[in-house]
């Protein structure tokens, strides 16, 4: 268990303490993305979907649950995000329509935002899902993962290539 920063002596779930790690500005970014059909597509992209704007309440979902981190996510710290930007774009995929979802976090303290910004795509995602259900339940969420992150003793990591 030495290896685990998130075990105890004992081996149980612990915090673990960040108290004396430097103070530096750190971000990251994450992507997610949900696939639709072209009823749900021309809906969103028109406007029409009943519940309202799909892409404006994502886009505040994922914001919430970004600053929301810590409260479902046992182990993360709260803490302040100083920053987040949630970016939309559409893909063809095969006949659908690919809505890919990027968030951008940032934040000046002694650990970093990677968890947030995952939440963030996550949450996007979900509520696209949640707002168009009822046109039909075939959507796909598809890869979540980190893109890249800044700052801390790691450095930076920036992921090669795209996974779709």
């Not at 000046?108 to 949450?123: I, P, R, W």
Request: hydrophobic content about 40%; overall charge neutral; proline content about 2%.
């Amino acid at each position: 268990m030495a290896d685990f920063t998130h075990f105890n002596s004992e081996g149980r779930a612990k915090m673990v303490d960040v108290s004396d790690k430097p103070e530096t500005a750190r971000t990251a970014i994450a992507y997610s993305s949900i696939t639709v059909n072209e009823e749900i597509y021309e809906k969103i992209t028109g406007n029409r979907m009943k519940k309202g704007d799909v892409l404006a309440v994502a886009q505040v979902a994922g914001i919430m649950a970004c600053k929301k981190t810590s409260d479902i996510i046992p182990m993360c710290h709260p803490i302040p995000i100083t920053g987040i930007d949630i970016t939309f774009s559409w893909e063809e995929d095969g006949g659908d329509h690919r809505l890919n979802i990027e968030a951008n976090v940032k934040t000046k303290g002694n650990t970093g935002v990677e968890m947030e910004a995952l939440t963030a795509v996550s949450a996007a995602a979900l509520t696209v899902y949640d707002m168009c259900k009822a046109v039909d339940k075939g959507m796909v969420i598809g890869k979540t993962y980190l893109v890249e992150k800044t700052g801390g003793k790691n450095g930076v990591f920036k992921r090669e290539a795209q996974v779709k």
